[in-house]
């Protein structure tokens, strides 16, 4: 399962990011290098062996459902690149 | 660095008596650090923010309140410095990245909160590795932290600058946070004590998030009691986090110095076995005997998954990169931090990203995002939270017989700054004997053990099951007053 500088660029657009030519290539490297490392784990065989994906034994932990206090508007959005009239401000997306 | 006798060097308990009897002021202590940092900081680079001002009067207050005859708290005056991604309201929170310039945080995370409630005097934000990536600090956008012991070797990672900072008396305590050893082996590094606890016993709430089933946030200090003081502070239920552990806590300071005499020391075979350097293994053995000269009975014990170097890393960078991938989207340019305008809005999350995010990060996001690709989901991440059972079982499994694990906790002594930046993978291997107890969510914790012919300190790391936060003062005091401090 060798990654391509196809995969690399797939997952950069999954992953929001851009890449120049060198970095592609040195992205393909990484991420071979370390996959293959990563495949060491196929020599233990884990078919039986339920997944954890948390250490707790936690599920679905509820608070009463009554408002408390929370950041006001102007405080939610001081720290925003761009906002105005109590929003944050976006290139535009709809033509 | 730093005078001894100077009140920056003093260690909090000792502090404590004397600024609750008046004797000093908490206003002439964090006048003792801020002068350490201004005349240190410069090379040692521990902080990213220096509040001088908010912590002047953050001590002023207490002194007054003191003067007024009320309870200030168990941190009474007491300089605590916090990693530059623990929310502090009003106070600059940068997580070592470019992407996060100038975000000035709301709220405080539930720590801080407990801190300032507790009296705490806060001098500052800390240097890391960006957004807590990496085990040397060199992955900071603010530059490296140098070892106070030896300025031209790493402070270790990724909470570096909470390590260093101690070490260099420029603060008193520290936070830091540890998601694969974040914080054992900076301390370890610096030859400090660190502290990472059980999964759950310290509130993320306010913690800027890396790979949240792992992140806890943890405790430094000088000595064995100063942690535990500050542990007790920090830890407990917190309904503002929903992982949180809704369990009793009972402090831990009234125990620490009940000794090992009942206890089962087991050492895990795997831990010493092939890479680990020579003067670390003499090290840690010799900090083990010192459990066992103190009563402590030792046993052998194997972790053939949890002590398998390949497994553990393969499976821990999997783990971490998938939740990172998911937690760093929210880094887009529209709510806080940098923004790069693009040609629409899809282009300026990318542009914006592609600018703020350092090699390190970037490369962690693509490795994450692939492992929970379509087609890779199964081979990749499901295969590494199945092996993260079989470690969370190995430990399950030794802690029936012991009741703590001794190891060392990084391979060899802080290694020269520039010597693994070009080669991820040999950096992701300094953390070969941390990252288990991550994915096992058990507490680990690093106390100095002695140092290296070249005087570089060694820590050695002990592990308890989920909650035995005690037992691991216990035995770090005992392994403590043998001798292992180095500072």
């Given at each position: 399962m060798a990654v391509t500088v196809h995969d690399v660029r797939k997952v950069a657009q999954l992953a929001r990011l851009k890449f120049d030519g060198a970095e592609e290539r040195r992205l393909v490297d990484d991420l071979n290098q370390i996959l293959t490392y990563v495949a060491a784990l196929d020599e233990l065989p884990t078919d039986d062996v339920e997944p954890t994906a948390h250490v707790l034994p936690l599920s679905n932990v509820f608070r009463e459902d009554a408002p408390h206090g929370a950041l006001s508007q102007e405080a939610a959005l001081s720290n925003a690149p761009r906002s105005g009239h109590g929003h944050f401000r976006v290139p535009k997306v709809i033509e | 660095m730093g005078e001894s006798n100077e009140l920056n060097a003093r260690s909090a308990h000792e502090l404590l008596p004397l600024i609750l009897k008046g004797e000093i002021t908490a206003l002439v202590v964090c006048e003792a650090v801020l002068s350490a940092i201004d005349a240190q900081d410069a090379e040692v680079n521990a902080y990213i923010t220096v509040d001088k001002e908010g912590a002047l009067a953050q001590a002023d207050s207490v002194d007054k309140r003191l003067a007024n005859g009320e309870d200030v708290g168990p941190l009474a005056g007491i300089p605590v410095a916090l990693k530059d991604l623990i929310c502090t309201q009003g106070l600059l929170t940068t997580c070592g990245s470019n992407i996060l310039p100038d975000f000035v945080p709301p709220y405080d995370a539930t720590v801080t909160q407990r801190l300032r409630h507790a009296g705490a005097v806060i001098p500052g934000k800390l240097n890391m590795d960006e957004?807590?990536?990496?085990?040397?600090?060199?992955?900071s956008a603010r530059g490296p932290v140098r070892n106070p012991h030896a300025t031209d070797r790493v402070a270790g990672g990724s909470s570096g600058g909470s390590?260093?900072?101690?070490?260099?008396?420029e603060t008193v305590l520290a936070l830091g946070s540890d998601t694969g050893?974040?914080?054992r082996q900076p301390a370890s590094f610096c030859g400090v004590v660190g502290l990472k606890p059980t999964y759950g016993r310290v509130s993320r709430y306010g913690l800027v998030a890396y790979a949240s089933s792992l992140d806890q946030i943890g405790p430094l200090g000088r000595n064995v009691t100063?942690?535990?003081l500050l542990y007790d502070v920090i830890a407990g239920h917190d309904k503002s986090d929903a992982t949180s552990a809704d369990l009793a806590f009972e402090p831990t300071l009234p125990s620490i110095n009940k000794g090992v005499e009942d206890f089962v020391v087991g050492v895990p075979t795997e831990y010493f076995?092939?890479?680990?350097?020579?003067e670390v293994r003499a090290r840690v053995e010799q900090g083990i005997a010192a459990l066992e000269a103190a009563g402590a009975t030792t046993r052998e014990v194997s972790l053939p998954v949890a002590g398998h170097p390949d497994y553990v890393i393969a499976s821990y960078y999997v783990v971490?990169?998938?939740?990172a991938s998911s937690n760093l989207s929210r880094f887009d340019g529209v709510k806080y931090g940098l923004r790069v305008e693009g040609e629409d809005l899809g282009d300026t999350y990318c542009c914006t990203r592609s600018a703020g995010f350092g090699d390190e990060v970037k490369r962690r996001i693509m490795l994450g995002?692939?492992?929970l690709s379509a087609g890779y989901y199964d081979a990749y991440y499901l295969k590494a939270q199945r092996v993260r059972t079989l470690i969370k079982q190995d430990f399950e499994r030794v802690f029936e017989d012991c009741d703590v694990l001794a190891a060392p906790v990084a391979p060899t002594?802080?290694?020269?700054?520039?010597?693994?930046?070009?080669?991820?993978?040999?950096?992701?291997?300094?953390?070969?004997y941390t990252v288990a107890v991550n994915l096992a969510g058990i507490p680990g914790i690093s106390v100095p053990c002695g140092a290296s012919s070249e005087g570089l300190p060694i820590g050695l790391q002990l592990l308890a099951p989920p909650f035995e936060e005690s037992r691991l003062f216990r035995a770090a005091r005992v392994v403590e007053s043998e001798g292992g401090s180095t500072t």
């Amino acid at each position: 399962m060798a990654v391509t500088v196809h995969d690399v660029r797939k997952v950069a657009q999954l992953a929001r990011l851009k890449f120049d030519g060198a970095e592609e290539r040195r992205l393909v490297d990484d991420l071979n290098q370390i996959l293959t490392y990563v495949a060491a784990l196929d020599e233990l065989p884990t078919d039986d062996v339920e997944p954890t994906a948390h250490v707790l034994p936690l599920s679905n932990v509820f608070r009463e459902d009554a408002p408390h206090g929370a950041l006001s508007q102007e405080a939610a959005l001081s720290n925003a690149p761009r906002s105005g009239h109590g929003h944050f401000r976006v290139p535009k997306v709809i033509e | 660095m730093g005078e001894s006798n100077e009140l920056n060097a003093r260690s909090a308990h000792e502090l404590l008596p004397l600024i609750l009897k008046g004797e000093i002021t908490a206003l002439v202590v964090c006048e003792a650090v801020l002068s350490a940092i201004d005349a240190q900081d410069a090379e040692v680079n521990a902080y990213i923010t220096v509040d001088k001002e908010g912590a002047l009067a953050q001590a002023d207050s207490v002194d007054k309140r003191l003067a007024n005859g009320e309870d200030v708290g168990p941190l009474a005056g007491i300089p605590v410095a916090l990693k530059d991604l623990i929310c502090t309201q009003g106070l600059l929170t940068t997580c070592g990245s470019n992407i996060l310039p100038d975000f000035v945080p709301p709220y405080d995370a539930t720590v801080t909160q407990r801190l300032r409630h507790a009296g705490a005097v806060i001098p500052g934000k800390l240097n890391m590795d960006e957004f807590a990536m990496g085990s040397s600090n060199e992955n900071s956008a603010r530059g490296p932290v140098r070892n106070p012991h030896a300025t031209d070797r790493v402070a270790g990672g990724s909470s570096g600058g909470s390590a260093a900072a101690v070490a260099a008396n420029e603060t008193v305590l520290a936070l830091g946070s540890d998601t694969g050893g974040s914080i054992r082996q900076p301390a370890s590094f610096c030859g400090v004590v660190g502290l990472k606890p059980t999964y759950g016993r310290v509130s993320r709430y306010g913690l800027v998030a890396y790979a949240s089933s792992l992140d806890q946030i943890g405790p430094l200090g000088r000595n064995v009691t100063d942690t535990a003081l500050l542990y007790d502070v920090i830890a407990g239920h917190d309904k503002s986090d929903a992982t949180s552990a809704d369990l009793a806590f009972e402090p831990t300071l009234p125990s620490i110095n009940k000794g090992v005499e009942d206890f089962v020391v087991g050492v895990p075979t795997e831990y010493f076995a092939e890479g680990l350097d020579a003067e670390v293994r003499a090290r840690v053995e010799q900090g083990i005997a010192a459990l066992e000269a103190a009563g402590a009975t030792t046993r052998e014990v194997s972790l053939p998954v949890a002590g398998h170097p390949d497994y553990v890393i393969a499976s821990y960078y999997v783990v971490a990169t998938g939740e990172a991938s998911s937690n760093l989207s929210r880094f887009d340019g529209v709510k806080y931090g940098l923004r790069v305008e693009g040609e629409d809005l899809g282009d300026t999350y990318c542009c914006t990203r592609s600018a703020g995010f350092g090699d390190e990060v970037k490369r962690r996001i693509m490795l994450g995002t692939y492992a929970l690709s379509a087609g890779y989901y199964d081979a990749y991440y499901l295969k590494a939270q199945r092996v993260r059972t079989l470690i969370k079982q190995d430990f399950e499994r030794v802690f029936e017989d012991c009741d703590v694990l001794a190891a060392p906790v990084a391979p060899t002594p802080a290694f020269r700054i520039g010597e693994k930046v070009d080669d991820p993978l040999q950096m992701y291997l300094s953390d070969i004997y941390t990252v288990a107890v991550n994915l096992a969510g058990i507490p680990g914790i690093s106390v100095p053990c002695g140092a290296s012919s070249e005087g570089l300190p060694i820590g050695l790391q002990l592990l308890a099951p989920p909650f035995e936060e005690s037992r691991l003062f216990r035995a770090a005091r005992v392994v403590e007053s043998e001798g292992g401090s180095t500072t």
